[in-house]
């Protein structure tokens, strides 16, 4: 059974960083794209960023293009989100999932819990 668990939430203000994580079990996940996702209140799920299998291979929203950096760790089925210069914006449940691919960020599992992250300005 797929597991994933987000961390590292947590409430800042605006331009600080925070830095998230994802621990996936259940699969081999060292060869699947992985990705973030968030929802904010009243809104729907939106894509934010996606990494290949490698770890070589990344792409982004454009909301958060130059403030967010996707990794993976050297086991390939953790994940990180380092969220520099954050935005009230970016307030939201931020979750994460295997996509099917970089480019086609298809979530391909159920969602875990997530992870709130809270912006005040």
């Known amino acids: 059974q797929v597991q994933l668990v987000e961390s590292g939430g947590g409430s800042v203000q605006a331009g600080g960083s925070l830095r998230l994580s994802c621990a996936a079990s259940?699969?081999?996940?060292?060869?699947?794209?992985m990705g973030w996702f968030r929802q904010a209140p009243g809104k729907e799920r939106e894509f934010v960023a996606a990494?290949?299998?490698?770890?070589?291979?990344?792409d982004y929203a454009d909301s958060v293009k130059g403030r967010f950096t996707i990794t993976r760790g050297n086991a390939k089925n953790t994940m990180f989100l380092q969220m520099n210069n954050l935005k009230p914006e970016d307030t939201a449940v931020y979750y994460c999932?295997?996509?099917?691919?970089?480019?086609?960020?298809?979530?391909?599992?159920?969602w875990g819990q997530g992870t709130q992250v809270t912006v005040s300005s």
């Open positions: 999932n295997a996509v099917r691919s970089v480019y086609d960020p298809a979530y391909l599992y159920s």
């Open positions: 259940g699969r081999t996940f060292s060869a699947y794209a």
């Open positions: 990494i290949n299998w490698s770890g070589i291979s990344t």
